[in-house]
């Protein structure tokens, strides 16, 4: 099996998610005692976050670089970056190391394409839903995507930073996004993309009035994939 090296801790709370998962699908695929093999990069979330409001991604890009390339240092075959956000900086990271970066919009596009999707709406912070990064790649890989209204992107954004990275879980938040999702509907949304780690822990296929693409599950599988490839 081959190693991936995970860029963690944005938040945690999803990372978590994350090396759940990884390991869940290598004990399904390969059965007994398997899990992955993985090195995770835990980073100080405060940190970056403060960066992140204070719009200054090129520290954010020098930093995280040096976090892939100590991890490639480390042993990793491949990196994947645990967070939505932050692969605003992807680019950047792929460009200072010489294994694969594994995109988390990479994931998204095979699993839409797979189910027939081509209009998504997309839920995340408001730097991913407001910036291209995301968006960008996504409609490089042929899909469109629509985003909420202002008001409704600030209750979304200020959900992820102020409750689900902190473990905060609650039925009005659960109740606002629903109604941000069925808005997307109305608009022609096929499926509901939760384009932050952390929105799986608030919303399930099973709350939504659309179907969902979890990116912090797809990315998970996909790393899972690599890990298992020849």
């Known amino acids: 099996m081959k190693t991936v090296g995970l860029i963690g801790g944005m938040s945690w709370e999803s990372s978590l998610t994350y090396y759940q998962r990884i390991n869940q699908q290598i004990k399904q695929r390969k059965g007994g005692l398997h899990s992955a093999p993985l090195i995770l990069y835990s980073v100080d979330f405060a940190h970056i976050a403060t960066l992140q409001h204070n719009n200054d991604w090129q520290q954010l890009a020098d930093y995280l670089a040096d976090v892939g390339k100590s991890l490639e240092k480390a042993g990793a075959d491949a990196l994947a970056i645990c967070t939505n956000t932050m692969h605003k900086v992807a680019p950047q990271i792929a460009n200072v190391v010489r294994i694969p970066l594994l995109h988390i919009g990479d994931a998204?596009?095979?699993?839409?394409?797979?189910?027939?999707?081509?209009?998504?709406?997309?839920?995340?912070?408001?730097?991913?839903?407001?910036?291209?990064?995301?968006?960008d790649h996504l409609t490089a890989g042929g899909l469109s995507v629509m985003v909420p209204e202002a008001a409704e992107r600030h209750d979304v954004h200020r959900v992820i930073y102020e409750e689900l990275c902190q473990g905060i879980i609650r039925k009005e938040s659960r109740i606002r996004y629903l109604q941000v999702i069925d808005n997307l509907k109305a608009a022609g949304a096929e499926a509901i993309i939760l384009g932050c780690t952390e929105i799986g822990l608030l919303v399930t296929a099973e709350d939504s009035a659309l179907p969902v693409l979890d990116t912090a599950l797809l990315h998970a599988d996909s790393v899972a994939d690599f890990i298992l490839s020849e």
């Open 108 to 135: 998204l596009i095979a699993e839409s394409r797979s189910r027939g999707y081509s209009r998504l709406g997309l839920l995340g912070t408001a730097f991913t839903m407001e910036q291209g990064f995301l968006r």
